[in-house]
């Protein structure tokens, strides 16, 4: 039974440059969650998807945007990266959208800005 | 608004030791959701237990056991004869009702360290 997959594992980017982080989600499950997560704090919500759309979103600029595909995986955009967007990218996966549901993460992505 | 607290920021302990971590919580809803999750060095959180705010009995599981006391907003996380492989970051977090909020707010963690 695959676990929520993503990719890349690691990576480093320049500030302004953009990038894109995939998510496979955990078999059987059709909501997709981010979550951005600094050096030393928790996870901060950035988004949800379900059903291709953005359910629910965190406090984060609109440099930040998703997309969910028909098969359920997604993608994190990040533009005009800023330092300060180094962090572990989590993503998380659920059967429905209800905030009852377990979320289950994968091993993130660390992204660092230069 | 709902905060999760973990006011211990890193705990040592030595093999077998017994070892509670702390989690508070403040919401305004009458139903949410309560969870642990693990964290070792490779960044994944691991799923410990999910709690329900009308279901307040104690559960254990192994060595591991959780308190949940709405009275303190308290669900606290205790870990029996510790392990080295129990080592790693410990996250509570906090959902709302099932028509609401979808996100899960996360305390800041408590490192736990398991000497050998």
């Known amino acids: 039974d695959a676990g929520v997959t993503q990719s890349p594992t690691h990576l480093i980017k320049t500030r302004g440059q953009q990038v894109t982080l995939r998510c496979s989600p955990k078999s059987g499950h059709d909501t997709v969650s981010w979550y951005q997560q600094a050096l030393g704090q928790g996870p901060q919500f950035i988004f949800q998807y379900y059903e291709e759309e953005e359910r629910q979103r965190g406090n984060f600029p609109d440099r930040f945007s998703g997309h969910q595909f028909p098969n359920y995986s997604s993608e994190l955009n990040v533009n005009a990266l800023l330092l300060g967007d180094s962090a572990l990218y989590l993503c998380?996966?659920?059967?429905?959208?209800?905030?009852?549901?377990?979320?289950?993460f994968g091993e993130g992505s660390w992204l660092t800005v230069v | 608004a709902q905060k999760v607290t973990q006011a211990q920021t890193e705990i040592s302990v030595v093999e077998k030791e017994d070892v509670t971590l702390d989690c508070v919580y403040e919401?305004?809803?009458?139903?949410?959701?309560l969870f642990w999750y693990k964290q070792p060095p490779s960044g994944e959180l691991v799923f410990l237990i999910r709690?329900?705010?009308?279901?307040?009995q104690n559960e254990i599981s192994g060595r591991y056991s959780w308190n949940f006391q709405k009275s303190t907003s308290s669900f606290n996380f205790t870990i029996t004869a510790s392990q080295v492989v129990d080592s790693a970051v410990y996250f509570c977090a906090l959902s709302g009702p099932p028509s609401g909020t979808y996100k899960y707010i996360f305390g800041t963690g408590t490192r736990l360290k398991v000497l050998a």
């Open positions: 709690r329900n705010s009308f279901d307040e």
């Open positions: 919401t305004r809803d009458t139903t949410y959701y």
């Open positions: 998380a996966s659920s059967f429905g959208a209800s905030s009852g549901n377990t979320i289950y």
